[in-house]
């Protein structure tokens, strides 16, 4: 099979940011032993338009129905409507950027809710939108306004990271912290109410001692791996980039699950430490190779039909100059719908992991730029079940912090 390859996204920034435990060890079998897939590309035909796509789709979101993928244009206040039953531009909205129906600037977070209703979140500014462009709920975190007892005020100015909003659109999520630090903390804020509590996340804050910060006369760079907040489901997990750890947040009882994994293919997070701190362009570079050909994971995906969550995985190949394009070998782990591990595989076709990937009929879709066209690589994953045993295996008894 071909080698296939995916758009990379550096976590690199110049700037541009990003209890209890329960082990999840299964017994001894692998429904990823054997694994293989065929692999289709998809075209999507934008008729007249023009898809932007100079940086990707990093901002995009999927329709309930996984109808219609909804990508924003990062240079513009557009956004595509691409429908992908048919894989045609369906529509383009417009938005503004200022005034009281502006979306802002350097997006942070974008979400579709039903109705077509819309989710912005950038740093000075948040709301819910309608397809027409008009502001219907301003949900800008106002740090005057709130009621969070024991929050830091440094974190006071990074409410809007990765700025999460409910289904039911009564909270809001966050992930606040000190970006020279690396440290993230969970808030969760009572829209209405503006009261919120905060809660640590210690088994991520290993995050933090693989961000490189370069600040000399010329420049200020940092590199950060990233923390991830998810939404999937109405449920939320949290991720770290250095390691295979998953915390599980339960918003009715305001508690946090710790998972906890053993690979057995790849270590189950960094291990060697880097400097963080460097005074040249030189080091800087030297410090991020040393943190990519490490083991980083990939935030969770989930397969609605077939129940099942997957994460990517990676380790970065060394280079000898920095020009050459970053190669990867990519491996793939498997969860039930409970997040009990399933099996692990390395994918030898792969130099990296999918980019902006989603399931869709139980294919999974992953971004790919075709001749400047908007594509697809569309992968139908073989697994062996029987291997696997029982798909749903009865859930183990939770342990919970508050």
């Not at 200022?98 to 819309?118: A, H, K, Q, R, T």
């Not at 129940?307 to 280079?319: A, M, Q, S």
Request: proline share 4%; hydrophobic share 35%.
């Amino acid at each position: 099979m071909k080698k296939i390859l995916f758009p990379t996204l550096i976590a690199a920034l110049a700037f541009s940011c990003g209890g209890e435990n329960e082990s999840r060890d299964s017994q001894p079998r692998n429904i990823l032993e054997n694994f293989s897939f065929t692999v289709d590309t998809l075209v999507v035909d934008p008729g007249e338009e023009i898809i932007n796509l100079s940086q990707g789709i990093r901002r995009s979101s999927l329709s309930d129905d996984k109808k219609f993928l909804y990508v924003v244009d990062n240079t513009s206040t557009l956004v595509n409507k691409v429908n992908l039953d048919n894989l045609k531009l369906e529509a383009i909205l417009q938005f503004e950027k200022e005034g009281p129906n502006g979306i802002g600037e350097y997006l942070s977070s974008f979400d579709v809710y039903p109705g077509e209703e819309f989710f912005f979140g950038s740093f000075r500014t948040s709301g819910l939108f309608n397809s027409q462009g008009e502001k219907i709920m301003d949900l800008t975190p106002k740090a005057e306004e709130l009621e969070i007892e024991g929050i830091k005020e440094e974190f006071e100015y990074s409410l809007t990271n990765h700025l999460t909003l409910s289904s039911d659109k009564s909270e809001m999520y966050a992930l606040p912290g000190d970006f020279l630090e690396g440290t993230r903390k969970l808030i969760k804020i009572d829209r209405d109410s503006k009261t919120g509590k905060y809660f640590d996340l210690p088994a991520l804050e290993i995050a933090g001692q693989y961000r490189i910060v370069l600040q000399s006369a010329e420049a200020m760079s940092i590199y950060l791996e990233d923390v991830v907040l998810q939404k999937i489901k109405d449920q939320y997990f949290l991720t770290a980039a250095p390691t295979n750890k998953i915390y599980r947040f339960y918003p009715e009882l305001d508690s946090l699950q710790l998972l906890e994994y053993n690979f057995t293919i790849v270590a189950n997070q960094k291990e060697k430490p880097i400097s963080n701190t460097v005074s040249s362009q030189e080091e800087f570079q030297s410090e991020m190779e040393k943190a990519r050909i490490q083991i980083g994971f990939e935030p969770l995906i989930f397969d609605d039909k077939n129940r099942l969550f997957y994460r990517f995985g990676r380790t970065y190949k060394p280079r000898e100059d920095i020009e050459q394009p970053l190669v990867a070998t990519v491996f793939l782990f498997a969860f039930d719908e409970n997040l009990n591990f399933l099996g692990e595989t390395e994918i030898p076709e792969l130099e990296n992991t999918p980019s902006n990937a989603f399931f869709k009929d139980g294919k999974l879709w992953s971004y790919v730029n075709v001749d400047d066209e908007l594509g697809f690589a569309v992968m139908d994953f073989e697994l062996n079940m029987k291997n696997g045993g029982d798909r749903n295996p009865s859930e183990k008894e939770l342990n919970i912090n508050n």
